[in-house]
């Protein structure tokens, strides 16, 4: 049995999700609609650089969208995020 491109892409985004500091960002993100990285920091009082990591991560792994606006960068949940990821949001 080999292990697909598919299953490697599920892996990510599922260990993305293994994490409670971005389980509480997401939850946070979704009740905001969006928020900028230093206003997501305060809230969850971590680093603006570990937020940022965290928020990068995400990103990747095609669960949140960002936009720069100015000097600021937003971030929201993607519109078409992987189902994996849809149906764990869903339960909190």
Known sequence: MSITKKDKDLEKVLKALANRRRLAILRYIRSRKEAPVGQIAEHMN????ATSKHLALLVAVGILDKEQRS??????LAPD??????????FF
């Open 71 to 76: 000097l600021r960068m937003f971030f929201r």
């Open 46 to 49: 971590i680093s603006f650089k």
């Open 81 to 90: 995020m992987p189902d994996v990821a849809r149906k764990n949001l869903s």
